[in-house]
């Protein structure tokens, strides 16, 4: 990695996209500082301290920038869910199947657009529920129509901002956009990560043997599952694919063996991040309707808790079994959607058949859309159960002794940050290959 990362910074163009990257990353930092005018900030500092539940995840994600209600304090969660809502809706609608199928550029540059215009309802209707929450708590100035809307506004032009600030670094940085936003938002909160255990080992009292066991299994269960993620990212099923003789021009072209790797976590760790937002986004409604939801009881209250448990111990352990089950359930739904999405394999055995491909022991055709299937079926459970039993291992961290609750994202927060760390160094090593590979010029 840090050789590819040094002979990253000796190639001039690769050196500027970089820059580019980092100048963006600053500029999302930065912007999580800058608080949205109309905020009384000593009033600001007493309602987030307890900053738990649904709350908690998007100061998570969005790295600390709910907390400080900045222009960027919805992140990119919006654009996240859009996502997801368009991608399920192309399932359901023939145009927008045929688009994303068989639009190409054209086709993409739309469905890109439709997604931009979902985001913008969505993180309206995201931004009214947040001011409606704290409108009670006292840390707006005024409390006025002209005030309401000067937030709301300030909030959905931050999560467009973000949104641009992605689009950029995919198309002329490294990386992409989107989880390099959400892995920097992440990794901004490992200081807070490392205090929580310097003071579980030096509390007030003292030097606690306790504390520095608690802090030294947290730390080795954190190392085992980097390495876990790393394996499982990496690993890959090679089925191999031999391609008869034939004619080219006038040139007979020889036969030549190869493979399709399949990986274990196709799908990365999208998977994950969507099965979150659709979790917290029934609370986040629900909060738009009664900001007060969390004194009161019945099915709404009852909903609201069940979709916060991923993020909080004070629901009960009800409703945290059963959020673990439905996010367990839904982590595997969407590893199964990412992954058919990614890899047809009907149209791959189409391609090796045209090709004159076979795969050994494995008729052409139909026959190989079976074995590739069954194949990809078996990964991606796999998968699927690996990733889903990483993001709840956090709820069951949650019951451990207080003060461990802070760090209750870990599971999930090292998916996503070894996943995108993982992909931006393949994208690098795909830039370097492209500028020195040299190819016919020899």
């Not at 034939?246 to 799908?267: C, D, E, F, S």
Request: hydrophobic letters at 50%; charged letters at 10%.
């Amino acid at each position: 990695m840090f050789k590819t990362i040094k002979n990253a910074l000796k190639t001039p163009d690769v050196r500027k996209r970089l820059l580019y990257t980092l100048v963006l990353v600053v500029v999302f930092r930065l912007g999580c500082y800058i608080t949205v005018p109309g905020v009384n900030s000593i009033a600001l500092n007493d309602a987030m301290g307890g900053n738990n539940g649904i709350a908690g995840l998007i100061d998570m994600i969005s790295g600390g920038a709910f907390s400080r209600f900045s222009v960027f304090a919805m992140s990119i969660s919006p654009y996240i869910t859009a996502s997801i809502v368009i991608q399920l809706l192309a399932m359901i609608i023939p145009s927008l199947e045929k688009l994303t199928k068989e639009g190409g550029e054209e086709g993409r540059r739309k469905i890109n657009k439709y997604t931009k215009i979902l985001t913008l309802v969505l993180a309206l209707v995201e931004a009214i529920g947040i001011y409606l929450s704290y409108k009670s708590t006292g840390i707006f100035v005024n409390s006025n129509f002209l005030t309401g809307a000067l937030i709301v506004t300030a909030l959905v032009a931050g999560t467009s901002i973000l949104m641009w600030l992605g689009e950029q670094i995919t198309s002329k940085g490294i990386g992409n956009g989107i989880s390099l936003l959400i892995f920097i938002g992440i990794v901004s909160r490992l200081p807070r990560g490392i205090s929580i255990l310097w003071k579980l080992i030096f509390t007030e009292a003292g030097f606690s043997t306790t504390g520095l066991l608690i802090a030294l299994g947290v730390i080795i269960g954190a190392l085992i599952l980097v390495a876990g993620v790393v394996f499982v990212q990496q690993a890959e099923r090679r089925v191999p694919v031999q391609y008869s003789k034939k004619v080219v021009g006038r040139k007979m072209v020889g036969a030549q063996n190869t493979h399709i790797p399949l990986k274990l976590a196709m799908a990365g760790v999208m998977p994950v991040i969507f099965a979150s937002s659709f979790m917290t986004f029934p609370a986040m409604i629900i909060q738009i309707f009664v900001p007060d939801i969390v004194s009161q009881s019945g099915f709404l209250a009852g909903l609201y808790s069940f979709s916060i448990a991923t993020s909080t111990t004070n629901v009960g352990i009800g409703y945290s079994i059963a959020n673990a089950i439905v996010y367990l359930l839904l982590i595997l739904g969407f590893t199964f959607f990412y992954t058919y999405a990614t890899f047809n394999p009907a149209e791959v055995s189409n391609n090796i058949k045209k090709n004159g491909g076979f795969i050994p022991g494995i008729r052409a055709g139909k026959p190989t859309t079976d074995y590739l299937s069954a194949i990809l079926s078996k990964l991606t459970w796999f998968g699927g159960l690996f990733l889903a039993i990483i993001a709840i291992i956090p709820m069951l961290i949650r019951f451990l002794p207080e003060g461990l609750g802070n760090i209750a994202f870990g599971g999930t927060s090292i998916l996503i940050v070894v996943g995108v760390a993982l992909e931006t160094i393949q994208q690098l090593e795909s830039q370097l290959a492209m500028r020195h590979y040299k190819g016919f010029l020899e």
